[in-house]
């Protein structure tokens, strides 16, 4: 059942039917570190940074930097808000100033479930973008969710899967689609490495994309006296 599911995931990613451009002929790439602190039983705060690229290891596409506070009100469900802060180069060609630059907010819901003892967890976020090119302003609202499953192959290695759809609340509906799929490995108690493949629909554009990234978990509350 768990290999059935990461191939159906797998299955719907994939399929691409116009002229490639330039920036779909390209393997890109995504690198990530993301940082979730515990400040209390409920609390924790959460850091991260992206770079990302339109070819492997040059022709800079963007960088975020991301910030949020959750709030965990159950076992199986937690609440953030949160903050990004984008630079964008649109253009596949050779980064050319000024770029867009992106403040982006949300609110964001997060659960897990289920589903024939499978587990899964889901994402549900509602995001403010203001976007900013040359002095003129845009504001555009989305939502966006996304689901994914995890599998370990044992007690160091775990597989992964997830979809995300984004959908705008103006103009074009549905306009942008993730899939991920990766080979994480346990490198510490609280530090994992995953790399993989995304794919990535985006404006009647079809990405290919080598994901790599580091996800740290940190423990800042403190401990109980003797």
Excluded: C
Excluded at 89 to 104: G, Q, S
Excluded at 133 to 145: A, D, E, L, P, V
């Amino acid at each position: 059942m768990k290999k059935t599911l990461l191939l159906f995931l797998l299955f719907i990613s994939f399929t691409k039917f116009h002229a490639q451009t330039e920036a779909e002929k390209n393997l890109g790439s995504w690198y990530f570190i993301y940082a979730t602190h515990k400040i209390s039983n409920n609390w924790s705060v959460l850091t991260g940074f992206e770079e990302r690229n339109f070819e492997a290891l040059k022709n800079y596409n963007l960088t975020l930097y991301h910030g949020a506070v959750n709030y965990k009100l159950f076992n199986n469900l937690t609440t953030s808000l949160g903050y990004m802060y984008l630079d964008i180069d649109r253009t596949f060609d050779p980064d050319v100033d000024p770029n867009l630059k992106e403040k982006r907010y949300y609110e964001q819901v997060f659960f897990k479930s289920s589903i024939l003892k499978h587990p899964f967890d889901h994402r549900i976020r509602l995001e403010h973008r203001h976007l900013n090119s040359m002095g003129n302003t845009t504001i555009i609202h989305r939502i966006r969710y996304r689901f994914r499953t995890k599998v370990n192959l044992n007690n160091t290695f775990y597989v992964t899967a997830s979809n995300e759809s984004f959908f705008n609340f103006k103009g074009d509906l549905y306009q942008e689609n993730r899939f991920i799929a990766a080979l994480g490995l346990k490198a510490t108690k609280n530090i994992a490495l995953e790399a993989g493949y995304l794919g990535h629909y985006i404006n009647n554009l079809h990405l290919d994309r080598l994901q790599v990234g580091i996800y740290i978990n940190t423990d800042l509350r403190k401990k109980a006296k003797n």
